[in-house]
Nanobody, 129 residues
Framework: QVQLVESGGGLVQAGGSLRLSCSASGRTFSTYIMGWFRQAPGKEREFVAAISSDIRWKGVRTYYADSVKGRFTISRDNAKNTVYLQMNSLKPEDTAVYYC??????????????????WGQGTQVTVSS
């Protein structure tokens, strides 16, 4: 089992920045594909970003939802068992609970929530207009 704990959420004004962190347990973190999802009130959970393992594959691959491209950046530090989501130029529509997710299986659709086996408890991000 893998345990994930998100942190870094909070209240920020439109145009501001936040950096979310997801700390993971387990010695095999470096082989996991990591993702970020978010869910706003009354809406379905949606994909935000994902990052591949540079242990399994040569070079790191990143994936982003169209709505966050150019504003959000996902990264990982395997030595710290942590994945980050740097969020810049935040908009009110970014307001949601953000969830960290992980899988150690091969992924064909990294934007789909069903591809992930482990989930964090979520952290609230609120962007005021």
């Amino acid at each position: 089992q893998v345990q994930l704990v998100e942190s870094g959420g909070g209240l920020v004004q439109a145009g501001g920045s936040l950096r979310l962190s997801c700390s993971a347990s387990g010695r095999t973190f470096s082989t996991y594909i990591m993702g970020w999802f978010r869910q706003a009130p009354g809406k379905e959970r949606e994909f935000v970003a994902a990052i591949s393992s540079d242990i399994r594959w040569k070079g790191v691959r990143t994936y982003y939802a169209d709505s966050v491209k150019g504003r959000f950046t996902i990264s990982r530090d395997n030595a710290k068992n942590t994945v980050y989501l740097q969020m810049n130029s935040l908009k009110p529509e970014d307001t949601a609970v953000y969830y960290c997710a992980a899988t150690n299986r091969a992924v064909t659709e990294p934007s789909r929530s069903y591809e992930y086996d482990y989930w964090g408890q979520g952290t609230q991000v609120t962007v005021s207009s």
